[in-house]
C-alpha cells in the first residue's frame, strides 16, 4: 500500500542510517583496539559459548572463511579459543578467553553510548515504541522472505 513519501524515502534512511552506526561504532570500537565485527563475534560467543564455529558463520551471515580470518585474529589476541569437539575433530567450538571479559565490559559501555547518542533528543517512551516498531517491520519482512521461499519452492515442484 504506496504512502507516499514515506514510499520514497523509507528504504534510503534504513540503508543511510545503517551505514552511519556501522561507521560511528567502528569509530568508537577502534578506541579499543578492536573492529565492530570482531565485536560482533565476542558478543556471539559471549552468549552461545561453546558453538561451532560453522553455526556462527550461519548465524552472522558470514562466509566461513572471513569469519574463520576473523576469529584467527580474535584467537591471536587472546580473546577467543578454539576447542575440538568431543565427538567429532573435524568440530572447533568456540569460547571465550578470561581476557576477553574486561573488554566485552567496555564494550557494553560503549554499546549504551552508542544507543545514546543515536537516540539523543527522543523521549524514553518514543525509544520503546521506535524499537516496538522496528521489530514488527522486521517481522513483517521475515514473514515475507519466508513466503517468496515457500512460493519458490511450490513452483520447483509443480513447475
Not at 550461519?58 to 569469519?67: A, F, R
Not at 522496528?134 to 513483517?140: C, D, G, R, T, V
Not at 519482512?141 to 511450490?154: F, G, Y
Request: hydrophobic share 40%; aromatic share 6%; proline share 3%.
Amino acid at each position: 500500500m504506496p504512502r507516499g513519501p514515506v514510499d520514497m524515502n523509507f528504504l534510503f534512511t534504513l540503508g543511510e542510517l545503517q551505514r552511519l552506526v556501522r561507521a560511528y561504532a567502528d569509530r568508537q570500537a577502534a578506541r579499543y583496539g578492536i573492529t565492530r565485527a570482531q565485536w560482533a563475534v565476542l558478543a556471539k560467543v559471549e552468549r552461545f559459548e561453546g558453538m561451532k564455529q560453522t553455526e556462527l558463520a550461519e548465524q552472522m551471515e558470514m562466509q566461513p572463511i572471513t569469519l574463520t580470518r576473523l576469529i584467527d585474529r580474535l584467537c591471536a589476541n587472546g580473546w577467543i579459543e578454539r576447542r575440538s569437539d568431543d565427538s567429532d575433530r573435524r568440530v572447533n567450538r568456540l569460547y571465550l578467553r578470561k581476557a576477553a571479559r574486561p573488554l566485552l565490559a567496555k564494550l557494553t559501555g560503549l554499546k549504551s553510548e552508542l544507543t545514546a547518542t543515536a537516540l539523543d533528543g527522543i523521549s524514553a517512551s518514543d525509544a520503546n515504541r521506535l524499537l516496538a516498531q522496528l521489530e514488527a517491520i522486521k517481522e513483517n519482512v521475515r514473514n515475507a522472505i519466508a513466503a517468496a521461499e515457500e512460493d519458490a519452492r511450490k513452483e520447483s515442484r509443480y513447475g
